[in-house]
């Protein structure tokens, strides 16, 4: 088991910025790929980015150029900074990780992922 524990959400105005923290206890990030998803009230979860173990870097369209997601292995912990927030991105935002066949790995679907966090709800008023 790898658990996840995010942290970061809350309630802005649109344009402003938000960083979510997935982080670990007791086992290390460093060799998973980590991704974030997202869940808004009667829609299903979908995909936000992901970063490999190395550091590469993948990012939904509705997202790209707003959202970085990065990794500090030294505190176990994945970031996603989001900036210039839109209405549309409220939703939960869930932090998933599992384990790769190669280190320049990411995964971009729900299913590919072992572990996941609770989630932390962000909501961004216009």
């Known amino acids: 088991q790898v658990p996840l524990v995010e942290s970061g959400g809350g309630l802005v105005q649109a344009g402003a910025s938000l960083r979510l923290s997935c982080a670990t206890f007791?086992?290390?990030?460093?060799?998973?790929?980590t991704g974030w998803f997202r869940q808004a009230p009667g829609k299903e979860r979908e995909f936000v980015a992901a970063i490999s173990p190395t550091g590469l870097t993948h990012y939904a369209d509705s997202v790209e150029g707003r959202f970085t997601i990065s990794r500090d292995n030294a505190k176990n912990t994945v970031y996603l900074q989001m900036q210039s927030l839109k209405p549309d991105d409220t939703a939960v935002y869930y932090c998933a990780a599992s384990p790769t066949e190669s280190v320049t790995y990411y995964y971009i679907h729900a299913l590919e992922y072992d572990y996941w966090g609770q989630g932390t709800q962000v909501t961004v008023s216009s």
């Open positions: 007791g086992r290390t990030l460093s060799t998973y790929a």
